[in-house]
């Protein structure tokens, strides 16, 4: 939760993004915990011997979309920073809200 | 009807990237599209479906396609087509077509969803597909503007994640009634996230420059269907689970007042509609059961009134007091504006009167209060003075593609009528409306015409807007705990 802080109190654009990263690798990680709860070996039959501590594949499944999701998504948001770059070089988020707020 | 049901969702994606292979055919796909969600949500509607669909196993993708949805489908289908037939000689490249396509299957595609992975990833869709149409002038405005919209999305976003993953922990299944036996912070995440994308109350107040600093149509679509997506599921879950039900009534209620304070002092005619927009969603959320009916009235009224505040010749109102404007723009705004206030004959009153019938007794008072607040920011639209102007190539460029897609909105709103006529028209109704109406009007002249506030704007900062959402979760957490023990 780091990356929420960072969210709000960078003032950077840039640095507001990266910490938005941060925070999504963490839901990332977080998934991952809850997946192996009941035990590390990769549920294939036959991995873990009789006491089926298997991981649970369905929460790394469906964080994977999560995954490609939050990179296409930073990767869109970059391209709208380098575009704003052009007019506000220092890219603090006061100064660009200043000048485009009605 | 499983098939085309999964066509429903599948068509628009494919259509919106053979728009791209086919830029020559854009406008022709994007309505031959629009017209088959049509046909689906009528037939939904006409038929009483009620189909449930598990894909997959167990773990697999979980769709509902109930009256609910087809309302939904319906007021998306429409919205879609006006705004299309609405750019159609505006020159729009097929990239904005194939973008405005995606966000209608991605849309559609929350209205039928009934797991949260599903959801999750039709609501991301969606979020980006907006970015790229808020940003389409690519003016730096704009840009911000969109970034604002997809930053704020993307951290609501990841808190719903994380309710998500509790409550997979909880229930081992991502399906909405897991919510029953998660823990009230999981509930709170997943509310809190939702009501940031639907724009509900304070975590809403990225909706009105978002909406009023994009393009016509892009606003229209915002506003007609896109908040709309964020609030179904909430529906579905209010629905669905007992407790989550008063929770959402008291942010109903609270938000319907809040957008009509702001919107009654707004001087600006798209911010008005935007305030207006949360202030209309609050009236959707109040009554769960019949939100479907509300949304569509209000989808088919807000895009009209947004697609009109674009051919005005200016967008403050004092200018346009000083400055008549042509007849043939004042009556559709004229019909619009009736039917969010609830005017007889216009499927808006029915919707109304319907929602009324389904709230609880304390909400009644407050709810009432709220439509006169409605009638009175919606005089400022109807006493704009108006007369017969001669045609000039400039009026002719701000007014193209305008009657078609009104021809569309406002007859469906007429059309409407038909769902609820029996309930909804009893004497005892009708007085109730025209004397709603009537104290409205009476309020504005004698007290709003004149009266100037400034309210403050500051909230509307994005740190405020991200951190507001912490101020929410923590309010919400409270709430569903205490329901929960209650």
Known sequence: MFGFFGIILKKNLMMKIISMDVMSTGVIAYYVLIASRDGFFTPIIGNAGDNGTYADPVPQAVILTAIVIGFSVQALMLVGVMKLARDNPTLETDEIEKNNTP | MTNITIALIALPMCMGFSIYLLPKLDRYLAIFTALCSLAYGLQVLLNDTDLSIQLLDNFGVQLLVDQQSG?????????????????????????????????????????????????????????????????????????????????????????????????????????????????????????????????????????????????????????????????????????????????????????????VVYAVFQKDTKLTLAFSTISQLGFVLAAPVVAGFYALTHGLVKSALFLIAGSLPSRSFKQLQSQPINTSVWIPLLIASLSVSGFPLLAGFGAKMVTFKNLLSWQDIILNIAAIGTTIYFAKFIFIPHTQLPETPETEAKQRGLLPAMVILLGGLILANFFYYQSAYTIDNIV??????????????VLFKNWEVNLSRNWEKLEHIIGGMTIMLTVMFWFVFAVSIA
């Open chain 2, 71 to 259: 309302y939904f489908i319906l007021t998306n289908a429409l919205v879609t087509t006006a705004v299309v037939f609405y750019c159609w000689n505006r020159g729009k490249s097929a990239f904005f077509y194939a973008q405005a396509i995606i966000l209608h299957g991605s849309v559609n595609a929350t209205f039928v969803c009934q797991d949260f992975i599903s959801i999750y990833v039709a609501l991301e869709v969606l979020g980006i597909a907006v970015f790229l149409l808020i940003s389409y002038p690519r003016s730096d405005r704009s840009i911000w503007i969109a970034l604002r919209y997809l930053f704020v999305s993307n951290t609501a976003m990841l808190f719903y994640l994380i309710g998500v993953g509790l409550v997979y922990q909880a229930a081992h299944s991502f399906a909405f009634s897991g919510l029953r036996v998660s823990p009230p912070e999981a509930i709170a995440l997943i509310l809190m996230a939702l009501l940031v994308k639907g724009g509900v109350f304070v975590s809403g107040l990225w909706l009105p420059l978002t909406h009023s600093e994009s393009e016509t149509p892009v606003s229209a679509l915002l506003s007609g269907v896109v908040v709309k997506a964020g609030v179904f599921p909430l529906i579905r879950c209010a629905l669905i689970v007992p407790e989550i039900d008063p929770v959402l009534r008291i942010f109903g209620i609270s938000t319907a007042i809040f957008g």
């Open chain 2, 432 to 445: 109730k409306s025209l004397v709603t109406i009537g104290s409205g009007w009476l309020a504005y002249f």
